[in-house]
């Protein structure tokens, strides 16, 4: 099996919830939704026209926190708009928290996410090495961004990975550095020295998949679990991993699996 990875790098992040009211929640990771988007920006796809094409039966993808990262709460002031002649502001503005992704430091810290791309076996679509053609000639259709358009993002790091071992374990520990699906994980390891990493372990529910039929309604979500530090989390594991080797670089990841399917 053959792994296309890359990171996208930016200064600022916000994924929005889906499910959040007024206020402007964000996801610490982009979701699988947000990924397969930024890809299809690259290749040049039409709104809504990729979902079966980068669905999670043709394409897998994993996503790990390459930097040190932090959310904080902003408030935009927002024009309040009632009727068309509102845009000039006469009706004043409205203050929306915003929640915010950064690195650690805002003035000199950035946000890196690693997405890992492979086809799956049997699949038509031809998505790793399409995707790699777009990266490597620096053709990309649209700019890549960490979820609102002002939000500009960089593609850096783009590395092929071939003959990548599968390794199937049950109920052992093993190092994962990507974000890894929840309904594998048993246990996550203790150690007191370094109690500490407990703190920036995150579980959560994203969106993986849309219908295909070019009207955004949500198919499928992921459950998964995942540090917003730069570390990997040792947890113990019934399920399959794959390890990207490359001299003395050793990589762990799992990618993302759906939970349930929501709609037929």
Aim: charged fraction near 25%; glycine fraction near 6%; aromatic fraction near 10%.
């Amino acid at each position: 099996m053959d792994v296309l990875s890359f990171d996208i790098c930016g200064k600022f992040a916000h994924f929005r919830k889906f499910h959040a009211n007024n206020t402007a929640l964000s996801y610490s990771i982009p979701p699988r939704t947000t990924i397969i988007g930024i890809i299809a920006g690259i290749m040049g796809r039409d709104k809504n026209s990729y979902y079966e094409e980068f669905s999670s039966e043709n394409m897998r993808i994993g996503i790990r926190i390459v930097s040190d990262i932090r959310k904080s709460f902003h408030r935009l002031n927002y024009l309040m708009i009632k009727g068309k002649d509102d845009f000039t502001g006469k009706n004043g503005r409205v203050q929306t928290p915003f929640e915010v992704i950064t690195g650690n430091s805002i003035r000199e810290g950035k946000v890196v996410y690693r997405v890992y791309i492979s086809d799956r076996e049997g699949s038509k679509f031809k998505n790793t090495d399409n995707l790699k053609e777009f990266l490597l000639n620096q053709k990309a259709a649209f700019n890549a961004s960490l979820g609102p358009a002002n939000f500009n993002a960089s593609i850096e790091n783009i590395r092929i990975w071939q003959n990548v071992n599968s390794i199937h374990v049950n109920n052992e520990f093993v190092n994962i550095h990507s974000a890894c699906n929840s309904k594998d994980v048993s246990e996550l390891e203790f150690i007191e020295d370094a109690a500490f990493k407990f703190n920036f372990v995150e579980e959560e529910l994203l969106p993986a998949d849309f219908k295909a039929n070019n009207d955004r309604e949500l198919k499928a979500m992921n459950r998964v679990l995942y540090s917003t530090r730069s570390f990997p989390l040792r947890v113990k594991l019934k399920g399959t991993y794959h390890e990207l080797k490359e001299g003395n670089e050793v990589q762990r990841i799992q990618f993302l699996e759906n939970v349930g399917i929501l709609t037929q």
